[in-house]
């Protein structure tokens, strides 16, 4: 199972020190607030390439290459 990377998880906790919430963060990166949630705590299954996952590292200014768990693009990069 894919994973989402702990940059991403870190710049959403980073945006709610400077006092934007979650749902904004949401909001901006066109996804559903429980669907946020349930990618941050790993409850929804996604893929390497998860376009919702993509859409949030936009959003938190994360490289798109770092959005997704490190054994991930290491996978993916011996499957290429």
Do not use: C, N
Not at 7 to 21: H, L, N, T
Not at 29 to 38: F, N, Q, R, T
Not at 48 to 54: G, M, S, W
């Amino acid at each position: 199972m894919v994973k989402v990377s702990p940059k991403i998880v870190e710049a959403i906790r980073k945006q709610r020190a400077r006092g934007i919430r979650q749902y904004e963060v949401a909001m901006k990166a066109e996804v559903h607030p429980s669907v946020l949630s349930a990618i941050v705590t790993g409850a929804i299954p996604l893929q390497a390439d998860d376009p919702r996952v993509l859409r949030l590292a936009r959003v938190l200014r994360v490289p798109p290459r770092e959005a997704f768990a490190e054994d991930i693009q290491a996978t993916a990069k011996k499957t290429a």
